[in-house]
């Protein structure tokens, strides 16, 4: 082989080396990643006793500002919702009314709206919890077919999370308590399953107040099940609401998550106050490669 032959060669190999370190570098960079969790008190008007016409139309516009947004009660008014979303977000719905004959029966009222782009790939998965409480009582829980909805996120760099948006039945009865006992429980099997080792963030209306101990062992009990850190302890809402809502994460094996920043988003209000009856929480995170997985 000839002197230049043999140059170019070397010269090719150091090009394409360092070309592809330099391109795993920045396929390994850090990426930012907004998230709300939001109730949207999305009852039908007569029972929301407000104007949900006017509320929706600045919830849907102020998603657009996260790269994901979990919803809870977003009942009977979705298609409101999507009138005012932009063409780019990608809208999850969770699982649908246990049966067309049931005329006052809802579905899980659970949307994930994603504004994470293209170049990331999702799946979603519904599942309906198996237990409830109250018909005709315990805030007619039953009515809706309430459950969680998984997210599976890959990143264009290959970091992969999965995402549980959910919404536990409401009510301050030992049958209401026990029911979401059960939820949780639920939950954690499903998360256990399809899900080990995975970064994770859970996140939802729990309808579990932290001020209440027996409400509190059941979180604490869910944390540990699922090795989960709470987000916001000290967070309060400004209104002074109870703590129903709540953010948990944990790292996976290959994807870490570092938390920027989180709070409540005051941006959620209009001239006649709050636009629901729920804070808008948020985090802010750095979603990377763990160091041992590069």
């Known amino acids: 082989m000839s002197r230049p032959i043999r140059s170019l060669l070397l010269l090719a190999s150091f090009t394409l080396m360092f070309s592809g370190k330099f391109a795993t570098a920045k396929i390994d960079s850090p990426i930012e990643m907004e998230l709300l969790v939001y109730n949207t008190h999305g009852l039908p008007t007569v029972f929301a006793k407000d104007n949900p016409d006017k509320r929706f139309p600045a919830i849907a516009r102020l998603t657009q500002r996260y790269e994901l947004s979990l919803l809870q009660e977003d009942f009977a008014h979705h298609e409101t919702l999507l009138q005012n979303l932009t063409a780019q977000s990608l809208v999850l719905r969770g699982n649908a009314r246990r049966s067309a004959l049931c005329l006052f029966c809802s579905g899980s009222g659970l949307t994930t709206i994603s504004n994470l782009g293209q170049r990331w790939h999702v799946e979603t998965q519904a599942e309906a919890f198996n237990s409830c409480s109250g018909w005709l009582g315990g805030l007619n829980d039953c009515f809706a077919n309430k459950g969680f909805q998984l997210v599976l996120l890959e990143s264009p760099s290959g970091n992969r999370l999965m995402v549980v948006n959910t919404h536990l039945d409401a009510g301050r009865s030992a049958s209401d308590r026990a029911a979401r006992a059960t939820q949780l429980k639920q939950i954690t099997a499903r998360i256990r399953k399809a899900a080990p080792g995975e970064a994770l963030i859970v996140a939802g209306d729990l309808n579990l107040d932290w001020q209440d101990l027996k409400d509190r062992a059941l979180l604490e009990q869910f944390r540990e099940d699922l090795n989960l850190i709470r987000i916001g302890n000290n967070v309060q809402a400004v209104n002074g609401w109870p703590i129903l809502?709540?953010?948990?994460?944990?790292?996976?094996?290959?994807?870490?998550?570092?938390?920027?920043?989180?709070?409540?988003?005051?941006?959620?209000?209009?001239?006649?106050?709050?636009?629901s009856d729920h804070p808008a929480f948020f985090v802010k995170f750095l979603v990377q490669t763990r160091a041992s997985a590069i």
Not at 253 to 272: H, P, Q, S, V, Y
């Open 245 to 275: 809502d709540y953010i948990f994460y944990r790292n996976g094996r290959k994807t870490t998550l570092e938390i920027l920043e989180n709070g409540e988003d005051l941006a959620f209000r209009n001239e006649d106050g709050p636009l």
